[in-house]
């Protein structure tokens, strides 16, 4: 399915091919809910990284890989490198060098209408805070980590076909 998106202000536009087009993943992470502005984001869109076309923008696009704590104390630097509009900060996508043939981008960046996914997968719980509300539906899978389940997997299980 190709998928058009864009930041908030319109500075950045892009477009890319996406074999996993639903959104079913809501992560907890502190990453995700701090850099996404919300109690859970819907983020893991499987795309091509190679198709990712910036139609507009290339120049506003900024850059963040998160800070990690390790178990001991210790700080790294996340693999994952989250692209953001510098005009406006809106969060766009998701790249990690563990996976070059992929890019993530944020559901809440697509323009193009999405499929409803038939369940979700809640995953990294164990990081919930309190105050996000938590009522996922007797289908969905919950997960305090991150699940096995890949995304292409996800949508195979489902028989949910790239459309496009």
């Known amino acids: 399915m190709l998928l058009e998106g864009s930041c908030h202000c319109q500075a950045v536009r892009f477009r890319v091919r996406c074999p996993h087009p639903y959104p079913f993943n809501v992560c907890y992470c502190g990453i995700c809910r701090k ?52 005009a406006c900060g809106s969060h766009l996508w998701l790249f990690d060098t563990r996976w070059p043939e992929l890019i993530h981008p944020l559901a809440s960046a697509i323009d193009t209408p999405l499929p409803v996914p038939p ?36 949508h195979a299980r489902l028989g949910l076909a790239d459309s496009d």
Do not use: K
């Not at 139609?55 to 692209?83: C, K, P, V, W």
């Not at 919930?128 to 997997?153: C, K, L, N, T």
């Open 35 to 86: 850099t996404g502005g919300g109690a859970g984001s819907a983020i893991n869109i499987g795309a091509e990284a190679a198709s990712l076309e910036i139609l507009q923008g290339e120049g506003e696009l900024r850059s963040y890989h998160a800070r990690m704590e390790g178990e001991d104390g210790t700080i790294s630097r996340s693999n994952a490198e989250r692209r953001f509009c510098g």
């Open 119 to 154: 369940e979700h997968t809640h995953l990294m719980t164990d990081f919930r805070p309190d105050w996000v509300m938590f009522r996922p539906d007797p289908e969905d899978r919950q997960h305090g980590g991150y699940p096995e389940e890949s995304i292409a997997a996800w």
